[in-house]
């Protein structure tokens, strides 16, 4: 590659012929640093819906699994951000197999459709067409122009393969197999005029997955993959172009040889430091919550990561890099409704946040979620939850965390738990990063306008 621009020769203004090779060398692994950036989010996506037959062994056209219990069945999974305390239902639908599918829909869940892009398709549940009382929905396949029956919310996606999850709480579902009962029994997918039948329903709890996508030159494979079977019109001809100048062309094998693998490689670790960057050092003033502290938004620029009707390139990557689900559910301000997220990397002096360290977060009286709140620790390197030993990296309401007297509440982190805070600790990792998302179930007044605000992580002596 071009170490030194000045080694580029041009006599007579013409490349010469070392200099071409180099220019196109780099030419070919920025394309390919891009293609990951670009495609990051599909690839994501692939990753969760390869997940549900390779690891858990349900079927895409209507296999269900279930982590039927909300905090320490999810301990031992690799997952963008997986929260502690939902019950996840998910569904992996092909409709190439499956055509037009009927999804049924319980009450009182959070729940979304996205495609094999991980883009917005449908809300379900208390933020869809339901309102959360529960329904049958109807998705319909790319190029569908068959007749579409009257009783159901309709959908069309651009892709065959589709994620259709539901979240829960097991005040609703129960935990274990009365989890596993309820959504066997409420929550379903199946083909239009074929009548009710589940392929099977399987605890994903306690076993071992990954859903994330690879960081090798795998990531290429698994995209020439998904361009062989998804229909053309599923990409864009920017999309398309990009990718035929890597060798990635729809009913034509891959085969880079030997001079674009290695570039292929190179670009796949060019591309995930720059997402790291993005993600953990991001540039845009936005990111920034508060001026006076470290706390960061997922979402820039809403669900679609548009300003101006310009295209965040970066937003896109800071969300996907680090977590998974897109509705605009999750970006939506309203009082006492949904969910709200702040995220750090850092402590109070901008240093990041280290395994190996002790560290505090105070948050004030008065923390303004109507649900409930939770503070959960996750793994710099795979943005997973932080597998530490304990049941679940994370302490929210329901745990009834020790209050301060003030009615604050003070969070530990740290190899070792201070004398007497055992229940307010979560434990950490040396030689491991680690961040923070704060959740806040049914955020209250005072969070939007900022009257109430937690205070950055700092670095204790104790433990």
Do not use: C
């Amino acid at each position: 590659m071009i170490a030194n621009l000045d080694e580029l020769k041009f006599p007579g203004g013409y490349p010469a012929e070392e200099t071409i090779q180099k220019l196109y060398d780099q030419l070919d692994m920025q394309r390919a640093a891009q293609a990951y950036l670009d495609f990051l989010p599909a690839m994501s996506m692939q990753a969760v819906l390869d997940a549900h037959p390779r690891d858990f062994g349900v079927s895409e056209t209507g296999g269900m699994l279930v982590y039927v219990e909300p905090g320490e069945g999810k301990s031992i999974a690799i997952g963008l951000t997986y929260n502690t305390e939902s019950i996840y239902a998910s569904l992996a639908v092909d409709l190439k197999q499956m055509g037009p599918a009927i999804i049924e829909v319980p009450p009182m869940v959070l729940g979304v459709i996205n495609d094999g892009f991980m883009r917005y398709v449908a809300d379900l549940g208390n933020a869809g067409p339901d309102r959360g009382q529960g329904g049958q929905y109807l998705l319909l396949p790319p190029g569908y122009d068959g007749d579409v029956p009257d009783g159901y919310f309709v959908f069309r996606s651009s892709t065959w393969r589709n994620w259709v999850m539901v979240r829960g709480l097991e005040q609703i579902s129960g935990r274990g197999e009365a989890a596993l009962a309820y959504y066997r029994e409420h929550f379903k997918v199946y083909p239009l005029g074929e009548g009710v039948h589940q392929p099977g329903v399987v605890s994903a709890s306690f076993k071992e997955s990954d859903t994330t996508h690879p960081r090798d030159s795998r990531y290429f494979e698994r995209l020439n993959a998904m361009v062989q079977y998804e229909p053309l019109s599923a990409f864009t001809a920017e999309e398309l172009g990009l990718l035929r100048a890597l060798g990635i062309v729809k009913g034509t094998a891959f085969q880079p040889d030997e001079r674009m693998r290695r570039i292929l490689a190179e670009g796949v670790k060019l591309g995930d430091g720059m997402a790291k960057a993005i993600a953990y050092a991001n540039r845009d003033p936005q990111a920034r919550v508060y001026t006076d502290r470290h706390w960061e938004r997922f979402f820039i620029g809403g669900y679609k990561f548009e300003r101006d009707a310009a295209r965040l390139l970066d937003a896109r990557t800071l969300f996907h890099y680090t977590a998974i689900v897109v509705t605009p559910a999750m970006e939506v301000q309203r009082v006492g409704v949904g969910s709200q997220y702040l995220g750090t990397y850092r402590d109070d002096s901008g240093a990041y946040l280290d395994g190996g360290q002790a560290y505090r977060l105070r948050l004030p009286a008065g923390i303004p979620a109507r649900d409930f709140w939770s503070v959960t620790a996750y793994d710099a390197e795979t943005r997973s939850l932080l597998q530490n030993g304990q049941p679940k990296p994370s302490i929210s309401t329901f745990d009834q965390p020790e209050v301060n007297a003030d009615g604050s509440v003070d969070i530990y982190f740290g190899p070792y738990a201070p004398e007497g805070k055992e229940k307010n600790w979560i434990k950490t990792l040396p030689q491991h990063g680690w961040f923070n998302i704060i959740r806040f179930y049914g955020p209250l007044e005072p969070f939007f306008d900022q009257t109430w605000k937690p205070d950055d992580i700092v670095k204790t002596h104790e433990g």
